[in-house]
């Protein structure tokens, strides 16, 4: 890597590391400079001379001044001074700090770009919802932290594949396609009284009305056919009643329509799984893999780690069932793989999926799941260490839920009852924009408190208009100036000497660490907090300097420095998902 385009952070460290080799045989990676809290501490402090004493036997502050010596010489360093009981107070020269602006400038969009991931291959899988519905306001918040997170992983150094899960097999798509076929009867004067636990939201009537325009009368049984030795339950009976008639229901389904059946579940999923692209699409998330979970069972994968399981010595029978002994690799109890009728469960085919993705050889796997999945991580960690599986390169997120604020009063929702804020709803009202950044403002592991009016409004208080403002006043200023952008990319910087210029400064060497930070904790919230402060430094210095000055020098260094810092807050808000519009 060249040294031009190095950090001024990474430069300094490395003279200090080869001051450490010039006084001690010791390894210096652990002596690092930080950032004082106080600004007359210096633009750096470092404390390897507290470290080193024992070692060279001799006076922190005596070891701290043998360092400052031992430096080599360099363009960065203006002074060091030693503080307390051995500290160094570094101050970087002006010259040294001004030169990220034409850093920036030159390297455009890739500023920022790290090798953090050493482009080991990673497979992130994120939404992964049922289906059986339209998105919801939860499964926004995963879209959009599973696709921030990509994106700032793929700045890191990454080689990123997104997926998404379809769960296009198992009962919850039979208990869709029973529902929509209900609906369906209900168009011809059917009275059979629809399951409270069927789907029950307006969207399995709009897909009935569409398969009566397109199968006419084909799908029609009467309701003393479809009710034949059927006994509905009554309000009184417990949930184990109501989910049993479902099955019932859904056999009759299947005996009444025979082949229809199976095409009358492809339509439906057909129907669902093109809603949720075109809104996770119009949302700016797209995948580059959808891996159908059916898929599982018609390759005989399923099938295929079971056997493997058992063939390892780590399954039983107890109750007629197929047990995993999945206490043997910590989770609290043994989980059923296989039930008494035959049928694999879902356990069993998400072995089978994590099983696939190691086998695809990606260096490391991402799940982002719900916080309600929270239990779930043990048993298939066991599971995939039962097949010789490396765990340690499965890393799961975990996205807590969200509450949506009206006027100060909480939003009700509920999913059982279809009453569920939809996440193309949530779009329409407060928009894409507002969405994307409100969602991954806090760590995705906390929950959620969704302010709509504060999302629409035009105020400072609003984090994503604060921000796109910052961008949108920036270039405000360069229209007004109105002349060729390239003669400010390596303009002399020199009259840049105010506080908030070199705060700029800093917060633009701070980006590639700001990157690196939040790759590795998967935390895109940390780019949204930097993108905040940016926003902040750049409002503070517009309001107490003019741009537009008679001095030309002085006018184009100051437009050079915004410049650089509109480029950052345009990628910034991009691997958000966020626009960055020029006007507002």
Known sequence: MNNAHLSLLTELNQLFHQAIGRIADVDATSMSLERPKQSNH???????????????????????????????????????????????????????????????????????????????????????????????????????????????????????????????????????TVSTWLRYLALFGSTIAFPSNGYQGEYVTDMAKLIQSQWSNQLYHADEFVLLNLNPPTHTEDDEAIERYMDTLIARAKFLLKDHYHQLHEQVLSLQLSDCKEDLNEFGVSFDMWFSEQSLYTSGAVKKVVDQLNAQGYLYQQDGALWFKSTQFGDEKDRVVQRENGIYTYFASDIAYHANKFERGFDLLVDVWGADHHGYIPRVKAALKALGFNTERLIIPLVQFVSLYRGGEKVQMSTRKAQFVTLRELREEVGNDPARLFYVLRKSDQHLDFDLDLAKSHSNDNPVYYIQYAHARIHSVLHKWGQDLNTLVDCDLTPLTLEHEFKLMQLLEDYPDTINAAARDYAPHTLAFYLKEVAAELHSYYNSQQFLVDDVTLCRARLSLILAVATVLNDGLQLLGVSAPLTM
């Open 42 to 176: 210096g633009d750096y402090a470092h404390n390897g001379a507290l470290q080193l004493a024992k070692l060279v036997k001799l006076p922190p502050r005596e070891v701290a001044q043998k360092l400052i010596d031992a430096l080599p010489d360099n363009a960065l360093i203006e002074r060091c001074d030693i503080a307390g009981p051995g500290f160094i107070n570094v101050f970087v020269k002006a010259s040294a700090k001004q030169r990220v602006v034409h850093q920036v400038h030159h390297k455009g969009s890739a500023w920022g770009n790290t090798n953090f991931g050493h482009q080991r291959s990673l497979l992130i899988e994120f939404v992964s919802s049922n289906p059986t519905g339209p998105l919801h306001v939860g499964h926004g918040r995963g879209a959009s932290y599973g696709d921030s997170v990509a994106n700032i992983l793929n700045k890191a150094g990454f080689k990123v594949s997104k997926e998404y899960y379809v769960n296009d097999a198992g009962r919850q798509m039979d208990i869709l």
